[in-house]
């Protein structure tokens, strides 16, 4: 990936197997959006009171030309504890590529739309 990708943790051990993961599914957003300007990801762990076992929080900011940047921030359910960083990472990215299909879709609407815009078709009576 070309663009600049910034990885921060907060409450986690920093981990180059860790950022390599964050690295590679990074990459792969560009074959969803391939116009991207920039990728922020932060890898937490809040401190929580819960004996359901660790909670990751992953929070992904995506920068889109010419709109605000694309947020995505996953943290399963309490009942749902990942206790796995490399499961909440998958699916953190997972929702990621589901949103940024989304803005594509509409960015290329938008576009077809202005485009591509013809005149009503008479009523017919």
Do not use: W
Request: one cysteine or more; a positive charge.
């Amino acid at each position: 990936m070309n663009k600049p990708l910034e990885i921060t943790f907060q409450g986690v051990e920093k981990s180059d197997a860790i950022e390599a993961t964050i690295a590679e599914k990074a990459a792969k957003l560009e074959k969803h959006f391939d116009r991207l300007t920039h990728v922020r990801v932060v890898v937490a762990a809040p401190h929580r009171h819960s004996h359901k076992g660790k909670i990751y929080q992953i929070k992904i900011e995506v920068g889109v030309p010419d709109r605000a940047p694309v947020v995505i921030t996953h943290e399963p359910e309490v009942t749902q504890a990942s206790q796995d960083l490399q499961t909440a990472i998958r699916d953190g990215f997972d929702a990621a590529c589901r949103r940024l299909d989304d803005t594509a879709t509409q960015m290329s609407g938008t576009a077809k739309a202005e485009r591509g815009r013809r005149r009503p078709s008479p009523v017919r009576e």
